[in-house]
């Protein structure tokens, strides 16, 4: 069965080229997929196939693409162009009769108010409006993206603008590793999976991190418009800062809460707690 891998370069697709493996897909079954194929060479010397694909270049996602009865689209990052990008992909994978196409999307995206999710509603209402069958992955923050953030946290505290509110949490490789399992199972075709571990407040986040690192670690919660002005302070672009503080407003609003165990299920385990999350982290 041959099952592709959009944007194999980024964290996230090349975690789950890696769990396919893992999971026992057969090397020349797996076709990775980028911009970038060079970046792939060590996939490529494991055996696995490397294609050049742009979402902004139809003509080589129908190369790239040919043969595929998987598909698994990563949702792209170039904000603006993602439903022209997307909806490229999914002509592709129709016209080279995939029976079966899994998409990255955002929580609640069909609902949620999240400035940041619009591009994968609109995603999935092409899914929906095409023949192709389809399993939504919508899947909730990565929890990188704080703990990433670990030695400003040391340095300055957590700053957000979440209030009360609770973000689902789960390491990139946890929803990787449940996208493969969507791509080697049966049985998904039509299911909306919301995925997500752990849910926390920002200042229970900080308290966990303050915990495991034992220095304290502050948390100040503010509002949304000065959370922004904070981030343009910081050099952030305005785009980036307005989106990053609509993403806080969201949490606050618990639109980035997934109370499902979606993710448990897939995985067939539970996903890492914060705690363990952040000794990872720290671990390096
Ligand atoms: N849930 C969350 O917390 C969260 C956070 C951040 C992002 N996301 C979303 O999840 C996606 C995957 O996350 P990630 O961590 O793997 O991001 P990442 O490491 O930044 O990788 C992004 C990937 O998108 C590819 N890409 C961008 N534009 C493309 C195009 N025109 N054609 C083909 N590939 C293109 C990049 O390819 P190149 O290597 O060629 O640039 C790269 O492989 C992101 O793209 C974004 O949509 C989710």
Excluded: C
């Excluded at 229970?204 to 343009?232: K, N, S």
Aim: net charge negative; no cysteine.
């Amino acid at each position: 069965m041959s099952i592709v891998v959009t944007a194999a370069s980024g964290q996230l697709g090349r975690a789950v080229v890696t769990s396919l493996l893992d999971r026992g897909a057969a090397p020349a079954d797996v076709v990775a997929t980028s911009r970038r194929p060079e970046s792939l060479a060590d996939l490529a010397d494991r055996g696995v196939q490397v294609r050049r694909a742009d979402y902004s270049e139809p003509a080589t996602l129908t190369e790239a693409l040919a043969g595929a009865e998987r598909v698994l689209l990563v949702s792209g990052d170039e904000f603006g162009r993602r439903v022209t990008q997307h909806t490229a992909v999914v002509e592709a994978a129709v016209a080279a009769g995939a029976g079966l196409l899994a998409y990255t999307s955002a929580p609640h995206a069909a609902t949620t108010s999240l400035a940041l999710a619009a591009e994968h509603a609109a995603t999935e209402r092409v899914l929906v409006g095409s023949p192709i069958d389809h399993v939504l992955l919508r899947n909730a923050w990565y929890v990188e993206n704080y703990t990433g953030q670990l030695a400003t946290y040391r340095e300055h505290g957590l700053v957000g603008a979440t209030g009360e509110g609770r973000v689902s949490l789960a390491l990139r490789r946890e929803y990787a590793e449940a996208a493969a399992a969507v791509l080697l199972g049966e049985g998904h075709a039509g299911a909306t999976y919301e995925l997500g571990g752990e849910a926390v407040t920002l200042a229970e986040l900080a308290a966990v991190i303050g915990d495991v690192t034992g220095e304290p670690i502050g948390h100040t919660d503010v509002p949304v418009a000065q959370l922004e002005q904070i981030l343009l302070g910081a050099d952030l672009p305005a785009s980036a800062a307005a989106t990053f503080a609509d993403v806080d407003r969201g949490i606050a609003a618990g639109e980035l809460l997934v109370p499902t165990d979606d993710l448990t299920r897939l995985l067939g385990r539970a996903p890492l707690s914060t705690t363990d999350a952040v000794r990872e982290a720290l671990a390096g």
